[in-house]
């Protein structure tokens, strides 16, 4: 099973999938939403902001965009293969997953230190 692993008493492969699965879903749901609360209050005070400020916003909403349709999608179709038994060696999707959230948050923190700098 590689590196990951359910260390949990009672938790086995299925269960930390599915587990796993819920976790990812709702994160993604959260992520929707703050995204687009933030995208309403910066057009709402676009006159306050300088449009190299919206770019910046449209990277980590194109990395939460591909991270939904696509990576979201793989990591549910590996934990199914898994579940059923299929050994399927795409931990790499993982990784760039985490790779990505972890950019999202060194963007958003850049964001939030230049609207703080205003």
């Known amino acids: 099973m590689g590196w990951l692993k359910f260390r949990a008493p009672g938790v086995n492969l299925e269960i930390g999938l599915g587990i796993g699965k819920l976790f990812f879903s709702a994160l993604n749901k959260v992520e929707w939403t703050l995204a687009l609360l933030i995208s309403i209050v910066l057009?709402?005070?676009l006159e306050h902001h300088s449009y190299s400020i919206l770019g910046i916003v449209v990277l980590p909403l194109s990395l939460l965009m591909f991270q939904t349709t696509y990576l979201l999608h793989k990591l549910k179709g590996i934990s199914k293969d898994k579940i059923e038994g299929i050994n399927?060696?795409?931990y790499t999707i993982h990784i760039y997953y985490i790779i990505l959230e972890l950019i999202k948050?060194?963007?958003l923190a850049c964001l939030g230190y230049?609207?703080?700098k205003i």
Request: glycine share 0%; proline share 0%; net charge positive.
């Open 88 to 90: 399927s060696l795409k």
């Open 114 to 116: 230049m609207l703080f």
């Open 43 to 45: 057009l709402i005070n």
């Open 105 to 107: 948050v060194v963007i």
